[in-house]
């Protein structure tokens, strides 16, 4: 009798709420219909919000062979996780996989993404991935290596002509101003590789009179092949009395073929980045120094120039990320230790 009365009291209520309120007593309607056009508009709002807010910077770089790479890729990283965005990096084995990159290259612009970033092993062979973004408004961004289009926004990378003729004038420096060097270079093709390999030689062709500069070598970054370029050098010169390395594996095949010909304390090297081979050679007393750069803030500014384009802010046209000569008198300072790796 208590569970009766109650459900004729419950019904009472519903009835005077339904008049006080004007209410039909028919069906209600889905739950769907029921929803106010406002709160339709607010849902849409919300999606677009968040589709908005998905945006993806593909980082396209020279490769992945070398820990620089690593380096660079935590610095993107970094950034895209402060930024809230998402990025893709990618690069091909070696350095010398130009139409590698490429394909990477078309596959990122086909995703129709926010921004690009490209350390180009190739601008030329690039030119038309470039037209393309700019045809379809995704901003590029150069990093590391320059990238020779009038179409990139900026490039973050070390300032490398500059860099290099640092690393002559330290090479000079060790060799009493006077000799011959050699000099094992990463490519032909990138602009990095070019701007390392001419500041060094036009500062000792126009600083240096009595130092002579062979011939470079080429060889691709690869370590191996950098081995045999050095070695070539070596056995055709065996009164050099300097060999520099114009990148992580072009130095490190430096280190490798003056070990290997037991030229070690012989032949002066100087290199440019960093890496556990270098490293080790520089404590062992194998290499007189390097030039590093600072590969976790070459990503990091990538991708954070990157960001800005997308949303139409200026950026300057080079960002440069700095470089440091580092030997055995300061490899173990907090300046040095912070922009090094292995």
């Known amino acids: ?33 029921q929803k106010t056009e406002t709160s339709k508009q607010e849902e849409k709002n919300e999606e677009k919000t968040a589709g908005e807010a998905e945006i993806v910077i593909p ?99 070390t300032d490398n002509y500059a860099a290099a003729a640092a690393a002559a004038h330290k090479m000079a420096e060790l060799i009493g101003g006077e000799g011959k060097v050699g000099l094992v270079v990463h490519g032909q093709t990138s602009q990095s590789a070019k701007d390392r390999r001419d500041g060094f030689m036009d500062t000792m062709k126009n600083e240096y009179p009595n130092i002579t500069v ?66 080790d050679a520089i404590n062992s007393g194998v290499a007189a120094g390097s030039i590093t750069q600072d590969p976790v803030g070459i990503g990091y500014k990538a991708v954070e120039a990157a960001y800005k384009a997308y949303k139409g802010e200026e950026n300057p046209e080079f960002i440069d990320t700095g470089f440091k000569w580092f030997d055995k008198t300061n490899i173990d300072t907090p300046e040095i230790q912070a922009v090094i790796y292995e």
């Open 1 to 33: 009798m208590r569970i009766k009365k109650l459900l004729v009291l419950g019904l009472s209520v519903a009835m005077a709420m339904g008049v006080m309120t004007g209410c039909s007593t028919d069906k209600p309607a889905p739950k769907d219909e």
């Open 214 to 279: 062979l011939e470079p070598q080429y060889g691709d970054g690869d370590h191996a092949k950098s081995t045999e370029a050095a070695k070539a050098i070596i056995t055709a010169n065996p009164d050099v009395k300097g060999i520099y390395g114009a990148n992580e594996g072009s130095a490190a095949g430096v280190i490798n073929a003056v070990k290997e010909l037991n030229q070690v304390g012989k032949i002066t090297i100087v290199g440019f980045d960093s890496g556990k081979i270098m490293i």
């Open 59 to 157: 980082v396209v770089s020279k490769g992945f062979q070398h820990q620089f790479w690593q380096a660079v890729k935590m610095g993107a990283e970094q950034a895209a996780e402060e930024l809230g965005v998402s990025i893709t990096f990618e690069g091909p084995e070696t350095e010398d996989q130009i139409d590698k990159q490429l394909e990477m290259l078309q596959a990122a612009l086909a995703k129709n993404p926010q921004a690009i970033c490209l350390a180009a092993l190739d601008s030329k062979a690039a030119t038309p991935y470039l037209e393309q973004a700019d045809t379809a408004g995704i901003p590029v961004i150069g990093f590391d290596s320059g990238v020779d289009s009038p179409i990139v926004k900026t490039t973050c990378a």
